[in-house]
């Protein structure tokens, strides 16, 4: 089965970045003609991603190039398109070790990658930081904000860092990417219901019968809400989430809304 297509005012962070394919993009732009919700949206992630772009720069940890350099490594790239003699595309036959000429290189069928959906994520969350930017920028300063940011950083760039999405049963896409070997996960949102000033969202961590507050959730802007981080994840934890009252709660009051098991 094929997977289903994105819906087209959740892409919006990666139409403001330049992330779409041409397909997508036309696709997005046909919405955008008649969705002013997006184009307020748009307008609101280019003028933060600018700011995040003035930004001092800083030289990424030897890690994170090392494991890029990895992954470019053994990751398989597209021949050149040529034609034929008749003008149509020539069909290209994979190359593997001498002798199997034309044969796909069984390697590449057998390990699926979590790399494209970590992309997908890092596009993901960084759009929603810069919507938070925009919203925050003079309450807090972005130095401020390092250790949140270097928190997140850590997690999306580990080896061992997975992605998992779910729908809130109340409307809604949670996206959360978990790294066992930093013990934490990122938590981001995006299309929850508003709700009343005196309720918030608030996680919990799940385990063994026991349920601990694992964060309240920012007021959502432009749709998005997030990036939370949790530590102390375990595998086989769950994630749960609740309405709770705006100063949080110490066990949820209210019925699960969503529940990922990590």
Not at 84 to 102: E, I, L, Q
Not at 188 to 210: I, N, Q, V
Not at 222 to 231: C, I, L, Y
Request: hydrophobic share 40%; net charge positive; glycine share 8%.
């Amino acid at each position: 089965m094929r997977p289903s297509r994105p819906q087209p005012h959740t892409i919006a962070g990666a139409y403001a970045m330049d992330a779409l394919d041409e397909r997508d993009r036309a696709r997005f732009e046909r919405h955008l003609a008649r969705c002013q919700e997006c184009g307020q949206e748009i307008i609101g992630l280019r003028e933060a991603t600018a700011r995040l772009a003035a930004a001092a720069a800083r030289r990424p940890a030897a890690a994170v190039k090392e494991r890029l350099l990895a992954e470019t490594a053994c990751t398989r790239q597209l021949p050149p398109v040529t034609t034929t003699a008749d003008g149509h595309p020539a069909r290209h036959g994979v190359t593997g070790p001498a002798g199997s000429r034309g044969r796909p290189d069984r390697r590449w069928l057998r390990e699926p990658r979590l790399v494209p959906a970590l992309a997908l994520a890092g596009i993901f969350f960084i759009a929603i930081a810069a919507v938070w930017l925009t919203g925050n920028a003079r309450e807090s300063p972005l130095a401020r904000e390092a250790p949140h940011s270097q928190a997140i950083a850590a997690v999306l760039t580990a080896p061992d860092a997975t992605v998992i999405s779910a729908l809130v049963r109340t409307g809604g896409t949670a996206t959360v990417v978990m790294s066992p070997r930093e013990r934490m996960l990122v938590f981001a949102a995006d299309g929850l219901r508003a709700l009343p000033a005196s309720r918030c969202y608030e996680l919990w961590l799940l385990s063994r019968g026991s349920d601990r507050p694992a964060g309240l959730l920012p007021m959502p802007r432009h749709g998005m809400t997030g990036p939370v981080t949790a530590p102390g994840v375990e595998p086989g934890d769950r994630l749960g989430l609740t309405v709770e009252p705006v100063t949080g709660s110490r066990h949820p009051t209210s019925v699960m809304i969503m529940i990922i098991t990590l």
